[in-house]
Each structure stands twice: as C-alpha cells, then as structure tokens.
C-alpha cells in the first residue's frame, strides 16, 4: 500500500463522512464559484448558507482547508479561498445591465477596484467626482515608480478624450464590480457616469462587507515589499507555507491532500504528474478515490486518465464555462481549433501552438468555407483566433506558458475529443446546425 492509500484509510469517520444533504451540496457547490454571498443576492441561498453553516464549514475545513465563515447580522457568508498557485487567466467579471454578456475585467479595472475600497474604508460615504479626485492624487506618486498604474480620467490639455473615456469607464468598472457585490449602494445608475463625464454620484459603502472581502490579512500586517511583487503571494498564503521541521507526519499529509484536492477541485484539468507530491496522491487508488467523492459531493464528474484529468460539471453549478457548444462564431471556431489539436494523422501530438499558427488554422479555414462567419471576418481571423484559445484555456485544453498570451502548452485534454467540421454550405437536407457535426469525449481505455 502507497503512502497515499495509507493517508486516505486514515481519515476519521468525520471528515469522510459523505455529505448526502442535497441543499449541504448546493451550498458547497455555489461557494466554489463564487465566494462572497450576500442577503440580497440570493436570499434562498443565503438562508441555505447560514442554516447548514456548520457543515459547511467542517467540509471545507476537512477537504479543502479553506475557512467558511457565515455572518447573518452583516447579510454575508464568505470563503476564504486561496491557493498557492492562484490562477490568473479568472478576472472577475462586470455585471452589465442590457447586454447580452458579461464583460471581463481587465488588470487595470482590478487595481482600481483595490484602489476604491482603500479610499472607501476611509470615507464610507463619497461622491463619484470626489472618489475619481482621490485616485488621481494616489496614483500620482505611485504611476513614476511604476507601483501603479496612470490614472488620469480628465482629458489634459493637447490631448485626445479617447484615454480619459477609457479610464473614467475603468473606474465606473470598478464600481460595478462592488456593486454587484453589494459592497456599495450608489444613488444612480453607473451607466450615466459612464455616458456623462460631468454627472456626479453618491457612493455609500458597508465597511462590514468591505472587511470581509479581502481572503487573507491585510497587506498592512504582513512584511510586504512593494518593490518585490514575486514574494506577495508566498506573504498572502502563509498558511501554505513549507511546514516546520517539528510537524507531524499527519500534518504533511494533510498539506498533500489539502494542495491536490483544491488543483481537483479548482481547475478544469489537472495532470498527475509522477514527480510532485500532488501527481503521487492523485496517481494513488486512494487519493483517487478521495478526490473522486470530493468532486462528487460538489456535483463535479471526473473523467480520468493515466496522463490526465478532466473535471466537468453538468449541471453548471460552479462554472459558466460550457464546453463543447457551437452556438456561436466563437465556439465554432474553438473546434476548428481543436480538431487540429485532436487529430490522429500523425503520430506525434502537437506540444504547443502560437497565435500565429492558431490564426493560420482559422483563416485556412476561412478561406475553405466562404459562407462561414461572415459577419465576423472584418475583425480578422487574428481576434477570431484569440477569442477561439481563449475557449480552450478555460476548458484545460491549452495552458498558458507565459509568453504574454502568445504562446499555449497543448494539454492530453486535446487528445480526449473527437472533432468532425462539417461544411454548412453543403446542400443536404440533414445538415447541421452548427460548424461541429461531433464533439464527443472519449473514455480512458
């Protein structure tokens, strides 16, 4: 028996026990997509929340180390979700009233929304020009050193009005976001400071909402060093830190766990890689088998492989990522992408793709099939191409290899479906609808 399967025999009753309440798995499952949960939001999943809290707690405790903390006087429960390796392609993104998606928010939109709760837990309540004032002067004496951005919402004198629109609409971002999680009230719509750049708002923020936004301690009590950003998340994730010599081996074993079952849990693929501590426990029947439930009790479904994992959810509980689907250009040409990926006419799979192959692929196939995307080739199949990787970095299929979104790792997901493009031109009375006739996942053999 490996020392995984040891580990896994060794849970106590309680923290195996399975967790067969349907509203406990509702609730797990809601708060690992998202974290902050108010009264307004949803009452019934508030309420939910608050009643099982403690089992809520003892199951993120146990399975994941993650502390869940309900607080029914404020109208909040929250997660305290962190990771040593925290994902970076999982912005938040801004609720937009009208449109038929939401939008993404940039790293520009996220830094001023840490920039506003800063000047809001000073002053709770402020106007919209007042608050726009205060993050011009903090970013004045920080944009020279490069700590922070340029912010300058007010066209300067010879200049166009196109980067202060931009900046102006970056903080009424911001302010969306926080509104949407009813951190702040404001007396009117966003929309008309982001239409009218003499309209002015009142802005009232909960400090109590405020305080329980941040997942660790706040930076002003840890050793920060601002000129050092690569040594902030070990600082943020303390917890997770190489245990001390004197530990027990219980103790690291339930680092091991606690690490591989957040990857499982957290991510759309995982690779058990032989050489880490997480691809040892993961390659184990026992730490498979805890994993498997894990997932399970938050209604994920594991498909898995010798050289790969893939976590799904059917129901759309936890992500709204959906994948396959061809109901739009974008989609489609995700699939065009991935038969390439899939394909079984050479021996050897594809390591890595570029931008520039991924835009060749699609235009290829824009020129094969005229009649396809037509209202989309005035954007050119370089954006097409982006829009289509981008697809396939939140199914697990490729990963970013940090060259700046130019260059992704093929992941053995690829090898895991099967493609076939059909062309919508062709008359035929049984043909598709869409640009995939079949996109299915194949099971490990």
């Keep these: 028996m490996s020392d995984a399967d040891a580990l896994a025999d060794a849970y106590t009753d309680e923290e195996t026990a399975e967790h067969s309440n349907p509203e406990v798995r509702s609730v797990i499952a809601s708060f690992l997509r998202n974290q902050f949960l108010t009264v307004e939001s949803d009452p019934d999943l508030f309420r939910l929340a608050v009643h099982h809290k403690d089992e809520v707690r003892a199951w993120f405790a146990s399975t994941l180390g993650w502390p869940f903390e309900a607080y029914p006087s404020d109208g909040t ?190 991510d759309p693929g995982v690779a058990p890689r032989s050489g880490s501590d997480v691809g040892r426990y993961l390659s184990s029947s026992g730490g498979q088998r805890q994993a498997v439930d894990a997932a399970a009790t938050a209604g994920l479904v594991c498909n898995v492989r010798r050289d790969w994992w893939i976590v799904s959810d059917p129901d759309g509980a936890t992500t709204d990522v959906t994948f396959p689907l061809a109901r739009n250009i974008e989609e489609q040409a995700a699939l065009v992408l991935l038969q390439t990926l899939s394909s079984t006419d050479s021996e050897e799979s594809v390591p890595e793709l570029s931008l520039a192959e991924a835009t060749a692929r699609i235009q290829m196939h824009l020129d094969e099939h005229p009649q396809w995307a037509a209202s989309h080739r005035a954007r050119g199949a370089q954006r097409m191409a982006k829009n289509a990787v981008n697809r396939l970095v939140e199914a697990g299929v490729l990963v970013d290899v940090g060259q700046a979104g130019a260059r992704w790792a093929v992941t053995p997901a690829a090898q895991m479906w099967q493609v076939r493009v059909t062309d919508l031109t062709a008359p035929s009375s049984t043909a598709p609808d869409s640009v995939s006739d079949l996109a299915e996942g194949l099971s490990d053999e």
């Design 77 to 266: 429960c929250r997660l305290y979700k962190r990771r040593w390796d925290p994902p970076a392609d999982r912005p938040p993104r801004i609720n937009l009233q009208g449109a038929s998606k939401d939008r993404t928010a940039s790293p520009f939109v996220i830094t001023l929304m840490c920039l506003v709760c800063e000047q809001l837990w000073r002053h709770p309540e402020t106007s919209f020009n007042d608050l726009q004032r205060a993050l011009v002067q903090t970013c004045a004496t920080e944009s020279e050193s490069g700590r922070l951005p340029r912010f300058q919402p007010v066209t300067q004198a010879g200049e166009g009005r196109a980067r202060a629109n931009a900046h102006r609409l970056g903080l009424v971002d911001a302010l969306r976001l926080l509104e949407g999680w009813h951190v702040i009230d404001v007396d009117q719509s966003l929309d008309i400071a982001e239409q009218d750049h003499r309209a002015d708002l009142v802005i009232i923020a909960r400090r109590d909402r405020l305080a329980a936004l941040p997942a660790s301690l706040s930076p002003s009590l840890l050793d920060i060093d601002l000129d050092r950003p690569e040594t902030h998340v070990p600082a943020l994730c303390g917890d997770q830190s190489e245990l001390p010599d004197h530990a027990s081996a219980r103790q690291h074993d339930r680092r091991r766990r606690h690490t591989a079952l957040r990857i499982v849990l957290d």
